[in-house]
């Protein structure tokens, strides 16, 4: 079965996979009202401190009378973006050292040992330090958990899919005929890798 029929597989035959999707379905749908209807502001104050849940204020409001409705609706836009973007540059970063970890022997022990420092790293400390320095915006943020959180596990799982990949005969079968080894990496190689990694940023 190729990877990309195992891909259609997990979807169709998985509930977690099936129920994360309808969830990102679902604030996908909240992010695109947000554009076009807000019932309030979400940065005034449109009414008293800490109301309970009403009619006017489904989720009641914050302590200076800010809706936390709007406020809901408004950033699932921000929250999906920086989503999206934190796994591009995860896949980005994750898919290029595993592959060429996996695939170029002299590059494998000190890309891995790379990914063994981020891996061992106590991340929630060292974002709150950042934090500190780092002016926030919705690129920086995404930068900051792609780079410490998303790249590492990704290029572990990708690495170990080209080792396996490289032991294929019709690999071996390439090398033989002398096809040369970029366009082995990129035809053969990222091919198959490629929705696995999909697959697993999703996470």
């Not at 836009?77 to 989503?83: C, F, P, Q």
């Not at 994750?94 to 990914?115: K, S």
Request: aromatic content about 10%.
């Amino acid at each position: 079965m190729s990877s990309e029929n195992i891909v259609l597989w997990s979807i169709k035959h998985n509930s977690y996979v099936i129920a994360g999707l309808t969830i990102l379905c679902f604030f996908v749908g909240v992010a695109l009202l947000g554009l076009v209807y807000l019932p309030h502001n979400p940065l005034e104050s449109v009414g008293p401190d800490y109301a309970p849940p009403s009619l006017r204020f489904p989720f009641g409001t914050t302590n200076i009378g800010q809706d936390v409705f709007s406020q809901w609706i408004y950033g699932a836009r921000s929250t999906l973006i920086v989503g999206f973007l934190a796994g591009f540059i995860t896949i980005v970063i994750g898919l290029a050292i595993g592959i060429v970890a996996g695939f170029i022997n002299l590059m494998d022990e000190p890309l891995m040992r790379l990914t063994d420092v981020f891996l061992a790293m106590p991340t929630l400390p060292l974002l709150i330090a950042i934090a500190e320095f780092v002016r926030p915006s919705i690129f920086s943020v995404s930068i900051l958990i792609a780079v410490l959180i998303g790249w590492p596990g990704t290029a572990r799982v990708v690495r170990s899919s080209v080792l396996s990949l490289k032991t294929q005969p019709y690999i071996e079968v390439a090398k033989l005929s002398g096809v040369p080894s970029n366009q082995i990496m990129f035809r053969d190689i990222v091919k198959h890798i490629l929705p696995l990694s999909l697959t697993y940023a999703l996470f």
